[in-house]
């Protein structure tokens, strides 16, 4: 059973950057295709990016395209989700996410509560 | 983008009670459909994936069907804790979208 431990909550800045972690436990990072979500307070649920298995790249969403990149470490099997240029509008908590089949949700994080406030 | 579209967004039950909820895609996604159960408080839980295919572990009274653009998210029995916020989301397309969210709170 895959299980995935997400680094701390932050505060931060407007205009810093962030990077969230994600230890896989279970599998390794390769095999798997990560993706990224997260919630703004009282909201839904918004998908920042993950891996694309057909294609082996990253692929983003058009808003956050040029300010996130995913990245993984092979020898510590983790994820990480960088967003730069925070904005207040950032504050939301960040999951990372991934699944036995392509682009499956199965396995979340247990969330990244990240804060943008000066 | 796939826009996907809940109805209703909030709803209101009883114990026992027999609900269903929707969720429409903006175009075809085949069966590429995932619904997720969410708690306050706590991470998303997937319930249903290829739009009818229920997730180990998850009651059977939680059941799924539809394709191509409308789908359907049915739970009888409801119990105490299906309290909950649901979630649709495709998976056909880049971007990967989800709907709006329909809450169900006790009656």
């Known amino acids: 059973q895959v299980q995935l431990v997400q680094s701390g909550a932050e505060v931060m800045k407007p205009g810093a950057s962030v990077k969230v972690s994600c230890k896989v436990s279970g599998d390794t990072v390769t095999a798997l295709s990560m993706h990224w979500v997260r919630q703004a307070p009282g909201k839904g649920l918004e998908w920042l990016g993950g891996?694309?298995?057909?294609?082996?790249?990253?692929v983003y969403a058009q808003e956050f395209q040029g300010r996130v990149t995913m990245t993984e470490d092979t020898s510590t099997d983790t994820a990480y989700m960088e967003l730069n240029s925070l904005r207040s509008e950032d504050t939301a908590m960040y999951f990372c996410?991934?699944?036995?089949?392509?682009?499956?949700?199965?396995?979340w994080g247990q969330g990244t509560m990240v804060t943008v406030s000066s | 983008d796939i826009q996907m579209t809940q109805s209703p967004s909030s709803l209101s039950a009883s114990v026992g009670d027999r609900v269903t909820i929707t969720c429409r895609a903006s175009q075809g996604i085949v069966n590429y459909l995932a619904w997720f159960q969410q708690k306050p408080g706590k991470a998303p839980k997937s319930l249903i994936y290829?739009?009818?295919n229920l997730q180990s572990g998850v009651p059977s009274r939680f059941s799924g069907g539809g394709s191509g653009t409308d789908f359907t998210l049915s739970i009888s029995n409801l119990q105490p804790e299906d309290f909950a916020t649901y979630y649709c989301q495709q998976y056909n397309r880049y971007p990967i979208t989800f709907g709006q969210g329909t809450r169900l709170e006790i009656k």
């Open positions: 891996f694309d298995p057909v294609e082996r790249e990253r």
């Open positions: 996410v991934t699944g036995a089949a392509p682009d499956s949700f199965d396995f």
């Open positions: 290829a739009a009818t």
